[in-house]
């Protein structure tokens, strides 16, 4: 059950009704818990919205819609507000029935089907293979995972996709590193030169080469072992970051090769071609852009596609000088290739370092599929590690950076998923060692566990004191709600009311940390209420004196436990019975 819905069709209806409005206009309309809950339960902008294009005042036209919604049974008052706003208060039935509809719809309670089945490719990580996993990678797996979990719980057809960048100088400089990690292994002395990478992550990797290959590439020439020092290098890098991410919970359905895409045909020059036949490509030169000079302007005569003709600032070169594909050619084909798989929808997870490449990716994308596809490429910005008040500086070319297996194996998985989802992905975020593991209300994640934990404490200490009390899922669904009158018990339902609103809105938002967010103040409101039973017997859960109203409270904690439980998963965190 969706309150925010159903009062959406009711307030359309009623303001179509008024006013004649056109289906368009009605659609604009939201309801939305006000600001400010003494306002109301609920809160709508139909009047501001239907105003303009009706040549109305708004705040008169609010008084007439006011009006109309006061003759609902299940609407207590409708006032107007400001210039034009209506805050509208529910009767109780609605949210005793509201906390039923929690009650038997158990842990499916929040589901949507708002995504309508829709194929979307969600892509993220997509770390270079070239080492380790490091913190800076863990806030995109994190976000990525959460966001696709989101998206299948309000009803999309979610693929996790990571596309491994094996293709270009980087996996050669890789693979040259590697090579002399295998003569290290074979017992030579080696320096490490500048532009290698020098990590000792590549010590086993050679190992496994020397025990595999034995000298057979010594004193060879680079084309004779490149390839395949490359080849079996990239597999073990890719092994290692599966390992990874393993420890994140972080798994995908699909890893798409780069290098696939010119391995047996050329599916760059087929997607460069498609293009060309839509009069998308062109042969012409690059005026000297303002400013700093971008590493792929040529002043030369080359293959460019026509980006500014899908809203991107310049024309985008395809091949280099020697023939070669840019990297941008290569993106375009693999997002072809996407959309020929049937994902007309995608979302790309990206590092702070790719902001500047969006607006070229989406001009692909309007290409590709014609202006009916879509992507949104969501921008995770950089972490800053702290420790012992100083930031941690990390770097994978020298050698010296904190992996994300440090970091998990340090303060444990959840610490490390709820808080890199604790905030927008597009702000900056502080990861403080002392606060994700300290045991207080400071700590977001374990403020939100450590309620769980409680409701959990709350059923025990129910089995235990009213023993007589049936107390499964079925006797809970049918407890006497009529009982909850206190305004504390009042604020929890209302909260927990906003969960299917908040699965739908943060997944239309392609925004997880809204889950989080919304688990905190769930929190807050539970935590709150049980230090009141403390100060008050009155309002304590369990009452062995009052079996109906103990039994009504259990429900209310119950869908509590059940929500908590819920959007903890979405995030890919743990709901534990008890905190150690």
Known sequence: MNIFNDFAARIRAAAGRVTGASEADLARLTVEPPRDATHGDLATNAAMVLAKPLGRNPRELATHIAAALASDPDID??????????????????????????????NGYGRSAVGGDVKTNVEYVSANPTGPMHVGHTRGAVFGDALASLLKFAGYAVTREYYINDAGAQVDVLARSAYLRYREALGETIAIPEGLYPGDYLKPVGAALAAKYGNAFLGKDEAAWL????????????????????????????FFSERSLQEGRDRVAEAIDWLAGKGLIYEGTLPPPKGQLPEDWEDREQTLFRATAFGDDVDRPLKKSDGSYTYFASDIAYHFDKYRRGFADMIDV????????????????????????????KICQLV?????????????????????????EEVGRDPVRFMMIYRKNDAPLDFDFAKVTEQSKDNPVFYVQYAHARTASVFRQA??????????DAALAKAPLEKLTDPGELALIRRLAEYPRIIESAAEAHEPHRVAFYLHDLASEFHG?????????????????????????????HGVKLVLASGLSILGVSAPEEMR
């Open 77 to 106: 008052s409708a006032e107007v507000a400001g210039p034009g706003f209506i805050n509208l208060r529910l009767k109780w039935p609605v949210w005793q029935r509201s906390l039923a509809a929690l009650l038997a719809e158990g």
């Open 227 to 254: 390839p395949t020092v490359r080849r079996e290098t990239i597999d073990a890098m890719m092994a290692l970051i599966r390992a990874d991410l393993d420890l994140l919970d972080v798994h995908h359905d699909v």
């Open 350 to 377: 990206w590092g702070a370092d790719h902001s500047g490449y969006v607006k070229r990716v989406q001009a692909a994308i309007k290409a590709i599929t014609g202006g009916e596809g879509s992507i949104d490429v």
């Open 384 to 408: 800053r590690l702290m420790r012992n008040g100083e930031p941690v500086k990390m770097s994978k070319r020298s050698g010296d950076f904190v992996t994300l297996r440090d970091v998990v």
């Open 463 to 472: 089995a235990a004191e009213v023993s007589d009390l049936k107390l499964d």
């Open 529 to 557: 209420h049980w230090n009141r039973g403390k100060e008050l017997p009155q309002l304590r859960f369990i009452n062995a004196g009052e079996p109906d109203s103990t039994l009504a409270r259990l429900a209310l904690v």
